[in-house]
């Protein structure tokens, strides 16, 4: 049995999550990510105290590791590794878009594309079967009418994330198919579960943010 924490920072809203194995116990949502520092200490203690629970009781920390927000990334890994350090836990990192394609993962698509909006026409955006392995890994895009035609031909895809709503208006394909998700923690539990049971843990003195710096044309 593991019980974990799970923090995310890197998308519009900060969230945690409470988790026991891949099952979540309690979620906790904040809506503006502006006070992402402020709230999240205070959320913690709360969320812990309500199911009687110490920093010592948890079997590890998660949080999402990016790509996302620079600031949102910088405050929920210095708080996970700052809490990890205090308990003497493990800390877990997971991939935000990953996490956001758990989100989407109903079988009603082939392949899943979140997308986190990087400002102008670029995205961090990655591409996962419904089996969340990478068809395309994480990547930071600049999004034109041809971007995933090749994919397109073959295969049904659920574009979804704020990144997403400027893509639907550059394209129109029958497998193009545009969902309005909400993600957050709650959508780490199976990924943390599953990194716990493998023993893979992180760093905890040089994990760092992924902030997907690099850019690249259109994928085909």
């Not at 995310?8 to 809203?13: L, S």
């Not at 210095?78 to 989100?103: D, E, F, H, R, W």
């Not at 760092?208 to 259109?218: A, C, I, L, T, V």
């Amino acid at each position: 049995m593991s019980i974990i924490l799970n923090i995310d920072t890197a998308v519009q809203t900060s969230s945690i999550c409470l988790a026991e194995n891949d099952k979540p116990l309690d979620v906790k949502i904040n809506p503006s990510q502006q006070d992402s520092a402020a709230w999240l200490h205070v959320a913690i203690n709360g969320l812990l105290q309500e199911h009687r629970l110490t920093l010592q009781q948890l079997d590890a920390i998660a949080v999402s590791e990016g790509p996302g927000s620079y600031t949102g990334l910088r405050v929920g890994m210095s708080t996970a590794k700052g809490l990890c350090y205090v308990s003497q836990k493990p800390l877990i990192t997971i991939n935000t878009l990953k996490m956001m394609a758990v989100a989407a993962q109903d079988g009603s698509t082939g392949l899943m594309c979140p997308m986190i909006d990087a400002r102008r026409m670029e995205v961090f955006t990655a591409v996962f079967d419904q089996q969340l392995n990478y068809i395309l890994p994480p990547t930071n895009l600049v999004l034109n009418e041809n971007s995933f035609q090749e994919l397109l031909k073959y295969n049904s895809i659920a574009f979804f994330g704020n990144g997403s709503l400027k893509f639907q208006q550059q394209i129109e394909h029958p497998n193009a198919i545009f969902k309005a998700l909400e993600t957050s923690a709650l959508f780490m539990a199976s990924l943390s579960n599953e990194k716990f049971i493998k023993q893979e843990f992180a760093n905890l003195a040089y994990s760092q943010p992924f902030y997907g710096k690099d850019f690249y044309s259109s994928p085909k």
